[in-house]
């Protein structure tokens, strides 16, 4: 539908209608809201063991030594 002719339909409606549309809106996006699934949030760990640190990770590398 074309937002114009909606828009120009709504203007031709009395107040008291014009109410009723903007309550029949706001319910059709709250349920639009509810439909949609929510994001899973991951757990905390559930990426343990999947990444290996090296032994010498805090061992300062040999590309830097030039600029101690």
């Known amino acids: 539908m074309n937002e114009q002719l909606l828009f ?3 203007n031709n409606l009395p ?13 059709l996006l709250a349920k639009q809201q509810k439909n949609q ?3 899973a ?5 559930s990426a343990k063991g999947q990444f ?5 990770f805090d061992t300062p590398l040999d590309d830097f030594k030039e600029y101690r």
């Not at 949030?41 to 760990?45: A, H, I, L, M, T």
């Not at 290996?52 to 010498?56: A, H, I, R, W, Y």
């Open 52 to 56: 290996k640190m090296s032994v010498d």
């Open 15 to 27: 107040e008291h209608l014009k109410a009723e549309v903007l309550d029949f809106v706001e319910f």
């Open 41 to 45: 949030k991951p757990k905390f760990g």
């Open 8 to 10: 120009k339909k709504l």
């Open 37 to 39: 699934p929510e994001a």
